[in-house]
């Protein structure tokens, strides 16, 4: 199975050169749970068009610093994207800002979160359990990086993933072959730390500083790596037989 990475996102400037691109760790996430996948990757950013979604096997969108409410040329097209590969069923996995514009694009509600700035490892209830995921536990612990939030989801969603700061952490979409989480599977730990010390000046130091001491909890990331590579692998065959 090919994963089509749409790349709507880059590492900030400061973190270049020490950290490898957004496809490249979505591509190491994969590759960690063992299973095999092809890639390919669509810059978006330097202006690579975006295939027809009807003819490819699997699609992954990045996270991005981009807000699903500004004013961006590739926005709308990628909206266009989202919709075209929903109604086609074409296993589609967003993370981050990838699951905001995901669904924005099927009708949610998407806005910058009175809370502020969720960084650092959070605690995410799991609200219901799809067969990709049949032995999660009662939570997981996942880094996150974020100010915006799925205020309200997409009709079409059923919230699987769930904590008191984000409610709408994590979305199965009713074809069963559209997934999307807030927090990120793809960060390893360094990198996470990277990002909170990063934001020193525009989150507060109290914020700051519990996040960077998130980071000595137990991570859960390999667990959802490896419920998001069944749910690609599963939703992949539904297509191949459909």
Same mark, same amino acid.
């Given at each position: ?86 109604? #086609?069923? /074409? ?9 905001? @514009?995901?669904?924005? =694009? !099927? *009708? ?85 730390? #990277?990002? /909170? ?9 109290? @914020?700051?500083?519990? =996040? !960077? *001491? ?29």
């Amino acid at each position: 199975m090919k994963i089509t990475i749409i790349e709507v996102g880059k590492v900030p400037e400061p973190l270049q050169g020490k950290f490898a691109p957004y496809s490249a760790m979505f591509r190491e996430m994969f590759a960690s749970t063992g299973r095999r996948f092809d890639y390919d990757a669509v810059k978006v950013l330097e202006g690579e068009p975006l295939p027809d979604p009807v003819g490819l096997e699997g699609i992954a969108i990045t996270g991005s610093s981009a807000g699903v409410y500004e004013d961006h040329a590739w926005l709308d097209p990628l909206r266009d994207f989202i919709r075209q590969a929903y109604a #086609a069923q /074409t296993p589609m996995l967003g993370i981050c800002f990838g699951h905001q @514009v995901m669904a924005d =694009a !099927l *009708g949610g509600d998407v806005r910058k979160s009175e809370k502020g700035w969720g960084l650092g490892r959070h605690h995410y209830r799991v609200t219901r359990r799809p067969d990709f995921m049949d032995l999660a536990p009662d939570t997981l612990s996942v880094v996150c990086s974020h100010q915006d939030q799925v205020i309200v989801p997409p009709d079409e969603a059923e919230v699987i993933l769930a904590s008191d700061f984000t409610p709408n952490a994590g979305l199965l979409y009713r074809t069963g072959q559209a997934l999307s989480f807030q927090p990120h599977p793809e960060f390893d730990d360094s990198y996470g730390t #990277a990002l /909170t010390e990063l934001r020193r000046g525009k989150a507060t130091d109290e @914020v700051i500083e519990e =996040a !960077l *001491g998130s980071f000595s909890s137990a991570s859960d990331s390999a667990r959802l790596r490896e419920y998001i590579a069944q749910f690609m692998q599963d939703a992949g065959t539904r297509h191949q037989a459909g």
